[in-house]
């Protein structure tokens, strides 16, 4: 079912449930590795996920169409990890280099990484990037989003999107020639 199918089903009566099903089926793991990217930690993008479709189920009444409905989603997973992030480098009295440090500690220790050595270190890198340099590259590069879906998930122009790509891109190679 396409977007425009599911909504309808949405909004049929009784038909909520259903149709919001389908919509965590289709939507659901790609959100998912996209938060993943963001925290590192398994557990919390299970949880930052199930926030996020809880948001969606609340808000999807409400939901006009102006965005398509996975840039909406997209964008409330976007916020929802983002407003994690800062709490919980608030809450550890951290700078931002100390809780990517934190971070690369966790992705060390996760049991679910299979990645090789070089894939460890270009997570690594990634996860020194500062927030939305770290979202924008995950969203292009991995998540294969054209700048214009990035730009609607964001609120950010796509010039100034390129901009914060190119200069994680950059700082991802810098790392990596340091490292390797």
Do not use: C
Not at 31 to 43: N, P, T
Not at 102 to 116: I, M, S, T, V, W
């Amino acid at each position: 079912m396409d977007d425009k199918d599911l909504l309808e089903l949405f909004r049929e009566e009784g038909k909520e449930n259903y149709a919001f099903n389908l919509i965590v089926d289709k939507y659901g793991e790609r959100l998912y590795w996209h938060i993943r990217k963001l925290v590192a930690s398994h557990e919390d993008a299970n949880d930052l996920l199930q926030e996020t479709f809880i948001k969606a189920w609340a808000a999807l009444p409400r939901f006009r169409e102006e965005s398509r409905l996975y840039t909406w989603l997209y964008r409330i997973a976007t916020n929802e990890t983002l407003t994690f992030i800062k709490k919980a480098k608030l809450k550890a009295f951290l700078s931002l280099s100390d809780y990517s440090r934190q971070l690369e500690n966790q992705l060390e220790a996760d049991p679910y990484f299979n990645g090789d050595n070089t894939q460890m270190i270009f997570q690594k890198a990634i996860m020194r990037l500062p927030l939305k340099q770290k979202a924008v590259f995950n969203m292009r590069y991995f998540d294969e989003l054209s700048y214009e879906d990035i730009s609607e998930i964001s609120g950010t122009s796509v010039g100034a999107l390129k901009a914060s790509y190119h200069h994680a891109y950059q700082k991802i190679q810098e790392y990596l020639k340091e490292t390797i």
